[in-house]
Nanobody, 122 residues
Framework: QVQLVESGGGLVQAGDSLRISCAAS????????MGWFRQAPGKEREFVAA????????LYAGSVKGRFTISRDNAKNTVYLQMNSLKAEDTAVYYC???????????????WGQGTQVTVSS
């Protein structure tokens, strides 16, 4: 069992940077691929980024590649999403998730956090 709690969301201006975090509980955290998804009002939840449990492989959505960086600290049971050059279209609730598979598919993720709101004003 893995429990996830996101933090660090907020209101920023376009062009700013923001780092959100996800604290995990559970002894097997280090063996899960960790992912970030987001959901804007009226839209489906979409994949943002994923990081293999080893920390050596990453996946990014095309819309964030080059601007966002996912990282993890297994010693602290925490995964991060560093977001740079934020745009108004990045506004969404951001969810942390854990999967036993290395995947960008929503259906592969077994555990989800409650989400943290990121709002980018233009």
């Amino acid at each position: 069992q893995v429990q996830l709690v996101e933090s660090g969301g907020g209101l920023v201006q376009a062009g700013d940077s923001l780092r959100i975090s996800c604290a995990a509980s559970g002894r097997t955290f280090s063996r899960y691929t960790m992912g970030w998804f987001r959901q804007a009002p009226g839209k489906e939840r979409e994949f943002v980024a994923a990081l293999h449990w080893s920390g050596t492989n990453t996946l990014y959505a095309g819309s964030v590649k080059g601007r966002f960086t996912i990282s993890r600290d297994n010693a602290k049971n925490t995964v991060y999403l560093q977001m740079n050059s934020l745009k108004a279209e990045d506004t969404a609730v951001y969810y942390c998730a854990a999967s036993p598979l290395y995947s960008d598919s929503y259906y592969s993720y077994d555990y989800w956090g409650q989400g943290t709101q990121v709002t980018v004003s233009s």
